[in-house]
């Protein structure tokens, strides 16, 4: 993981920082990322654009959400903000409950993780097509 990746998480999860406390949805967690890019997005949510060293382009490495704007307390357990998560409707602020939707249709499903606030996402790889026989040029 990258030092920048590193100081942002430290900055985005302590509480004693003035900066308000997020929730993290990984997306994709990448082996050697380089370089990452911070998007903000509608009401202070934060999109992390990330570079891998093996990987050609730039991918979604994760979404950051602020507590807040799920209507809840810094100090609620991830089971419940997993509820708010997977339900979308329960969540108050019109522009973070489209948000949350839209990364349920894109990346159908967000799961625990170990450490406290950190989600995942169930995503799934795309087999590769085997092709048997002679293939004609032009085709």
């Known amino acids: 993981m990258s030092e920048k990746l590193k100081n942002l ?15 993290s949805i990984i997306v994709r967690p990448g082996k050697k990322i380089i370089d990452i890019k911070i998007k903000k997005e509608t009401n202070n949510i934060l999109r992390i654009i990330a570079h891998d060293e093996k990987v050609v382009g730039w991918f979604i490495h994760s979404f950051h959400i602020p507590i807040k704007n799920l209507g809840l307390t810094p100090d609620a357990k991830d089971k419940e903000i997993l509820d708010y998560l997977t339900n979308p409707a329960k969540i108050p602020q019109k522009e973070t409950k489209d948000y949350v939707e839209d990364i349920l249709r894109k990346y159908i499903e967000i799961l625990p993780e170990k450490k406290k606030h950190f989600f995942k996402t169930k995503r799934f790889k795309k087999k590769k097509e085997i092709q048997t026989g002679l293939k004609l040029k032009g085709f």
């Open 9 to 23: 998480f430290k900055k985005i999860h302590d509480p004693k920082t003035q900066i308000p406390e997020y929730i």
